[in-house]
């Protein structure tokens, strides 16, 4: 796991190479064909790449579903799974369930949104918090996907998202009960470092077409911005350009904002996440010291793929 730009396809291609490991991508952007540029698309092979068109709906639901599966593939052939990205949401979804709650209801959502427009979304905000106080201390007032989920789901069964969370169902796959399951999370240690990566990283998109692609969705002309192929970060930015919104320069600026803000929540995730081991870079990539005695930094050697297969050799707890 690991924050958007912080090096974690590098580290589980390593670990795939030396492991013997199937990659599983945990992105919601990359299961779509057509995203590409945008969604920094892997040239190693990843199982759940392109199995969309971004006209369709891939929820974390499906994920979870695909992802127990293909473990149980992977095993079979001997080999071993290792999932990596950086949706949260999914990673949380196949390790310990979802709720069964209400399908997304498109009317409702367009009423959600047409009064944020009006009223903007701390007004949405200030609704969730009135009838779901847990989900709104959650979720951020300008996190509009998230907030307007919240209160639909509400809307839709009368049931608050906290209270279909407390629901949720046994699962017929627990990949604790199936799987020894190691959890690393790679970060640069310096906050700037992550978004000076995440700068240069949008500023190369756009040198190697990002624009380009955006644009050949916009043309196909049975897209829109709301679909959630398309509000992922870079994509909806780049896209408000095309349709006149901001200036190429402006939405650049918005979409490094947005990159960032999609790191800070990442992190937020990360930090409550139980049973992590944190492998924490520099500016070159190289491992930090940082949080590591003498002994464990030595025999890492510097190396970020050493350090976490010290953690993939220790004991089970």
Request: glycine share 8%; charged share 25%.
């Amino acid at each position: 796991m690991g924050p958007t730009a912080s090096g974690k396809t590098d580290l589980a291609v390593g670990l795939a190479r030396t492991l013997d490991c199937e990659l599983v991508s945990v992105d919601s952007a990359l299961v779509y064909r057509g995203l590409d540029i945008g969604s920094a698309k892997p040239d190693y092979p990843h199982h759940l790449v392109d199995i969309r068109d971004p006209a369709e709906v891939y929820s974390a639901a499906d994920f979870a579903g695909d992802a127990a599966r293909l473990c149980g593939e992977i095993r079979a052939r001997g080999r071993t799974p290792l999932l990596v990205g950086g949706t949260m949401l999914y990673f949380r979804a196949f390790l310990h369930g979802l709720a069964d709650m209400p399908a997304a209801d498109p009317a409702i959502r367009a009423g959600i949104e047409a009064e944020a427009a009006a009223e903007g979304w701390p007004r949405i905000h200030a609704r969730l918090a009135a009838v779901d106080p847990e989900a709104a201390a959650r979720i951020h007032p300008n996190h509009s996907q998230r907030l307007a989920r919240a209160l639909e789901v509400y809307l839709a069964s009368g049931v608050t998202l906290s209270d279909w969370h407390r629901r949720a169902r046994p699962r017929a796959f627990d990949p604790f009960e199936h799987f020894r399951v190691i959890q690393l999370a790679v970060c640069p240690w310096e906050r700037r470092v992550l978004h000076e990566r995440i700068a240069r990283r949008f500023h190369q998109m756009l040198e190697g077409g990002f624009l380009d692609e955006v644009r050949g969705l916009r043309d196909r002309g049975d897209l829109s911005a709301d679909l959630p192929a398309l509000r992922s970060v870079g994509y909806r930015q780049l896209w408000a350009h095309l349709e006149g919104a901001c200036s190429l320069e402006e939405a650049e600026q918005k979409a490094v904002a947005a990159t960032r803000q999609l790191a800070k929540r990442q992190l937020t995730w990360l930090r409550k996440w139980p049973d992590l081991e944190w492998i924490y870079t520099d500016r070159d990539g190289n491992l930090s010291k940082h949080g590591l005695s003498d002994e464990v930094a030595a025999s890492a050697g510097g190396s970020p793929l050493a350090l976490a297969g010290n953690y993939l050799d220790l004991p089970p707890t």
